[in-house]
């Protein structure tokens, strides 16, 4: 399929010189909104699954403390807890304190909160929920609903249009189109969440045990205790410099105009509350790199925040939370008409958690991802169904974005 | 799928490929191995690399030191080495495989002298492959006159001083080679050798040097440089000249002291840190009764009780761990390059040991606390790139009915594909083997 009509200057070439005759007539800002090979596309994957309650918290609904008093952080203005105090998002909703930065985006109208969001699936296994997610179908595929929209975005001059961020490239980015890929040098560290869960299975081994135990210490663990933050806050680093990177090359003129990256140990079955932040810090600093490396071309990136699916609404017996349905998702970036929560709430008491356990599900994720195909990166109708097969149910959403 | 054949496949092969069928029986399968010898793979020989080197060194002298690209020895080391890394994540005779590993070992030329570079991957194919099943001293013979050998150990620059060249040139004696060949290859300190020893097994040796730069490009025996006259070695009388030097490794080569210094270390390799003295007299016994017939120790090995039960007795060497790792992913041989730079990364390169004594072969040398943070980095960084797998598929592959329900539940339970193959390859049991 073509993105634009068939003719003589439905060429890249000609579209840049379309470009240049704008600039010439002093519509630089319109001319470079409306070019689809300007506009950048970033979707951050969270694997594990994040607790979309617990990262924006709905302390305006009555049965949440009910639910999830553990994990329940102070209202916005209330004396602050050890994490601090919720940041307020317009008086249902709060947004964790470790995300600072995504606030002042949300105070900037260029952050989205979408909450009680889903695919189109629901199952509970973390892989097949993955596949679900970046694969865009209610069955899995083998490649993905980013790669296949790819086919219809202008190849920049030197490189791939798409890039996958870090070691491997996921479903998301696989498919017919040719992608690009790039990683730091040397290895990568795992985070420190599953460094304590490899710890566990390490410590019955009466060799293994006390070595490991001591290459963590030296590496800063204090100790091996699930939920113990990384002293060192390893994940913390490693994202940002990942989207800082990321950002660096989506900025160049010839560099790609969609990346995929990922950020992985969501899941918070236990001791959520403090495993839970150095995740947290890490998304916000890499989110900031993001919107700082990128600089001028912010205003014409979205990034898109998803995670495989939420957790239980209820608190488990071990302070975490275990796998569920209804989710969260964030959508940021210069052009995004933010400042908002989108949510058709459902509710939490009893009657209304999907299956008596989780968030119901109240918006089609692919909803999101299509409005922001549609409108973001301009594809047509055909593409994007491509992107999609089989979501007629779930159209487009509209007003993601401003202008 | 039986206990058995899972602990012969990571204990004497290199771990099963992600869907490979087992075999059936596990002594079967490993008997299998040890029968006729599979044709050599292909590669370049110690003559081409000797060769190639002489060429480069010839394009230098032309271009005031310069040589256009990689020149010729690079990428025929390259070769070699992924060649290596491609036979073991295919390999059909994988205890084979892990024996030439053993013996490459016991025999350490490493690429840390330059000089050893082009020739390394003849090494393993003229002196250690055609001798794993066979006989000891053959294989003691084969590597003390390969090029490999000769130049890692100075060999090839010892003059006997009594020589013609040395009386004229009033050089003399290297003995590195004569003390290694008396301490690591042959009898060990145990063998009760002296100074005097090594220096008349030096003395054998002199003439045994290398053509570097012109025909054969390869072992040659230098009359103008080997000491006359007969010498004393042990209490044993060897004559001049080539045949004495021979004579004199064939001996060593089937001395009582040096089968029982092999036995140990095949038992400490394949069996336990410690090897349990019975195990290591019966491996030895084999060798003394069959004049140092290796095929027929290696029988005798996967015999030993000690070998099946515990399972899981040894920590994975780098080489192991990386090997055993990929071939569970089902790395495909095009991306062999992973495991040459997982060996990198872990710390043990490929024929790059140290010293002359090879890598260790102990868990108190490759257990240390950094190292394994190292090796979940490695093991997660490889993970990530195998995200489309199914994490219980590699599992199995990787450790079937030795995985302990601890880690089948973690991995079960983890957040993602590239966590849960983390997990599997963190556990303790993929650790060992």
Not at chain 1, 112 to 134: I, K, N
Not at chain 1, 299 to 304: F, H, N, P, Q, S
Not at chain 2, 38 to 58: F, I, T
Request: glycine content about 12%.
């Amino acid at each position: 399929m073509s993105l634009h009509p068939k003719g003589p200057h439905a060429t890249r070439r000609g579209l840049l010189l379309g470009l240049a005759a704008s600039l010439a007539l002093g519509r630089t800002r319109v001319a470079f909104a409306q070019l689809p090979g300007e506009r950048r596309l970033v979707v951050v994957i969270l694997r594990g699954a994040l607790d979309g309650l617990h990262a924006v918290q709905p302390y305006g609904d009555p049965a949440l403390a009910g639910l999830r008093a553990p994990l329940v952080l102070p209202e916005p203005g209330q004396e602050p807890g050890p994490e601090g105090a919720l940041l307020d998002l317009g008086g249902f909703f709060g947004l964790h304190p470790a995300l600072p930065a995504l606030h002042a985006m949300y105070a900037a109208n260029e952050a989205l909160v979408l909450h009680a969001v889903a695919g189109p699936y629901r199952s509970r296994s973390h892989f097949e929920a993955q596949d679900l997610l970046e694969g865009g179908a209610t069955e899995r595929l083998t490649s993905g609903w980013l790669n296949r929209a790819l086919a219809a975005v202008p190849n920049p001059a030197q490189a791939r249009a798409g890039l996958a961020i870090g070691t491997g490239v996921p479903l998301l980015l696989r498919g017919a189109t040719p992608i690009g890929a790039y990683a730091p040098p040397g290895l990568e560290r795992p985070a420190a969440d599953l460094i304590y869960r490899i710890a566990e299975l390490q410590a019955a081994d009466p060799l293994l045990g006390p070595v490991l135990a001591e290459g963590m210490r030296a590496r800063g663990f204090v100790a091996q205790t699930i939920g113990a933050p990384s002293p060192q806050d390893r994940d913390r680093n490693a994202f940002p410099r990942l989207a800082a990177a990321a950002a660096r090359l989506l900025a160049a003129a010839d560099g790609p105009r969609v990346a995929a990256m990922e950020l992985g140990g969501w899941d918070t079955h236990a001791g959520q509350r403090n495993r839970i932040l150095p995740l947290l810090r890490a998304l916000d600093d890499g989110l900031a790199a993001l919107r700082d490396g990128l600089g001028a071309h912010w205003a014409r990136t979205a990034v898109l925040v998803v995670t495989e699916f939420g957790r239980t609404a209820r608190v488990n017996g071990n302070l975490g939370t275990d796998h569920g349905t209804g989710g969260l998702a964030f959508l940021l970036g210069g052009g995004v008409a933010g400042g908002r929560v989108v949510a058709d709430w459902p509710g939490l008491t009893e009657g209304q958690l999907h299956e008596g356990r989780d968030l119901a599900p109240t918006l089609d994720l692919r909803r999101v991802a299509k409005g922001l195909m549609r409108d973001h990166l301009r594809l047509p109708e055909p593409a994007v169904a491509l992107a999609f097969p089989g979501s007629a149910e779930a159209p487009a959403l509209p007003g993601l974005l401003r202008g | 799928m039986s206990r058995s054949v899972h602990v012969a496949a990571v204990r004497f092969g290199l771990g099963l490929r992600l869907g490979e069928a087992p075999p059936d029986d596990a002594l079967g399968w490993l008997e299998s191995q040890l029968g006729p010898e599979a044709p050599l793979p292909p590669g370049h020989s110690a003559a081409e690399g000797l060769r190639a080197r002489s060429e480069d060194l010839a394009e230098r002298e032309r271009n005031a030191g310069d040589l256009e690209g990689q020149g010729r020895v690079v990428p025929l080391v390259r070769a070699e080495t992924l060649a290596w890394a491609r036979r073991r994540l295919t390999a059909e005779q994988p205890f084979r495989e892990r024996l030439v590993d053993f013996w490459m070992n016991h025999f350490t030329a490493s690429r840390r002298a330059g000089l050893v570079n082009p020739v390394i991957g003849g090494f393993e194919r003229e002196a250690i492959r055609p001798h794993v099943t066979g006989r000891f001293a053959d294989m003691l013979v084969a590597v003390v006159r390969h090029p490999a050998m000769l130049l890692y150990l100075d060999n090839a620059g010892s003059v006997g001083p009594g020589s013609p060249f040395g009386l004229r040139s009033g050089r003399g004696l290297n003995e590195n080679l004569a003390r290694e060949v008396l301490e690591l290859h042959s009898l060990s300190p145990a063998g009760g050798y002296t100074q005097g020893d090594v220096q008349e097994l030096a003395r054998i040796l002199t003439g045994w040097s290398v053509a570097l730069r012109a025909e054969p490009f390869g072992f040659q025996f230098r009359p103008q440089t080997h000491e006359p006259g007969s010498k004393q070695l042990l209490g044993q009388e060897f004559g001049p000249g080539e045949a004495g030097g021979e004579a004199a490794l064939r001996f060593l080569g089937t001395h009582p002291a040096t089968f029982r210094h092999l036995a140990f270390r095949l038992v400490r390799h394949f069996v336990a840190d410690a090897p349990p003295p019975e195990a290591v007299r019966a491996v030895g016994a084999s060798l003394r009764d069959t004049g140092g017939d290796l095929g027929a120790a290696a029988r005798v090995l996967i015999r030993l009780p000690q070998a099946w039960e515990p399972p899981l007795g040894k920590f994975r060497a780098p080489m192991d761990y990386v090997l055993a790792a990929c071939r569970a992913l089902g790395l495909p041989p095009e991306r062999a390059e992973a495991v040459l730079n997982g060996l990198g990364a872990l710390g043990q390169p490929l024929w790059n040991a140290p010293q002359p004594n090879g890598w260790a072969d102990t868990a108190a040398e490759w257990a240390a606390p950094e190292a394994l943070m190292r090796r979940l980095d490695w093991a997660f960084t490889l993970a990530g790139r195998f995200g489309r797998l199914d994490p219980r598929e590699v599992a199995e592959a990787a450790l079937g009915p030795l995985a302990r329900a601890e880690t089948v539940t973690a991995a079960s339970r983890a957040g993602s594909v590239r966590d849960a193959i983390t997990l599997v390859f963190g556990s303790p049991e993929f650790m060992h083997r």
